[in-house]
């Protein structure tokens, strides 16, 4: 049975940090690209950042430079640190891995996927 268990999230003023974790188990957890999702309500949902099963790292533009995804392939576990935080970055954050390319917002669910943490940044 596979399973992702994200968590991390909670409430943080602007300029805070989180760091989400999600641990997979049930998969061949070192050759998937594992991935960061959020949604914001109203919003589709979109791609965070991606890291590919040797370490290839990938960042949408609005967290580059404040976000770092990482994965500890021993733990079937990825990371994202989240930095300078910002009200715009309030969303439901979900783990997702997959065998193919994430694709930037997700029309159609593929993969696997966690059940989501909420992260929230207001003053």
């Known amino acids: 049975q596979v399973q992702l268990v994200d968590s991390g999230g909670g409430s943080v003023q602007p300029g805070g940090s989180l760091r989400l974790s999600c641990a997979a188990s049930?998969?061949?957890?070192?050759?998937?690209?594992m991935a960061w999702y959020r949604q914001a309500p109203g919003k589709q949902r979109e791609l965070v950042a991606a890291?590919?099963?040797?370490?290839?790292?990938n960042y949408a533009d609005f967290v580059k430079g404040r976000f770092t995804i990482s994965r500890d392939n021993a733990k079937n576990t990825v990371y994202l640190q989240m930095n300078s935080l910002k009200p715009e970055d309030t969303a439901v954050y979900y783990c997702?891995?997959?065998?193919?390319?994430?694709?930037?917002?997700?029309?159609?669910?593929?993969?696997?996927w966690g059940q989501g943490t909420q992260v929230t940044v207001s003053s």
């Open positions: 997702n891995a997959d065998l193919l390319i994430p694709p930037r917002v997700v029309t159609v669910p593929r993969g696997y």
């Open positions: 049930g998969i061949g957890f070192s050759i998937y690209t």
């Open positions: 890291i590919t099963s040797d370490g290839n790292t």
